[in-house]
């Protein structure tokens, strides 16, 4: 009588069979860890980095940052966050120029998409939010410094200023913000073009909220440089509401 004969020790369809399930199991870890990153980084948390010196020294060119786009949607914003937003038309000379084709270009779109590379950093700019919707923003007064509805805001403990200077911009300017929009401004004041910069664009320099990516929470590289941003609204506590 025959009997089936049992697959050798050495390999045989058992063998086969369990590199194909080995195989199977990479593929569905890797697609998870994918879905998982690109949902990261869509709701919770995104890699940028520092392409200029226009918030030196608060955050050096080059330096890689962490953007929290979670909270802020039931915290808001507030004055003195340093935030990323999109360029609201105009800003950025460049902003279009195509990225790279081909196979490099198709990895940098899966490295752009679950957060490892930053490829659009420069399609986008960081300042610090100086004024919300409704604040009447005017420099500067007797001290140099800028008045927010009436009060002066003293800004030294993080801008970049001349040796001896105390003048918190060498630009006058006196605006309300319009609802749904913020006045934006580098900490390296001579060297930012920030709504002062473009107030005459039709925007008028002020960013639409709808524009902002999220709060700058974190310096992640170079490891000298690593570590939280806190502390960065002390300057406006003492800042009234804005007339209603």
Sequence with gaps: MTTESEPSATGGPSRGRGILAFLRDIVVIVVVAVVVSVLIKAFVVRSFYIPSASMEDT???GDRILVDELT???SGYSRG????????GGWLDGADVEGPGGIA????WVLTGVGISASDSEEHLVKR?????GDHIECCNELGQIQINGAGVDELDYLRLPD???LASTDEFDVTVPEGSIWVMGDNRNRSQDSRYHDQQPGGGFVPMEKIVGRVVLRTWPLSHFGVLEGQNDAFTGVP????
Excluded: H, R
């Design 72 to 74: 802020v949607n039931w």
């Design 59 to 61: 955050l050096m060119t």
């Design 81 to 88: 966050d340093v935030v990323v937003f999109a360029d609201p």
């Design 164 to 166: 001896g200077s105390t």
């Design 129 to 133: 939010i100086i004024g919300l919707p």
């Design 105 to 108: 270009g198709a990895i940098d």
């Design 241 to 244: 509401d804005a007339a209603g």
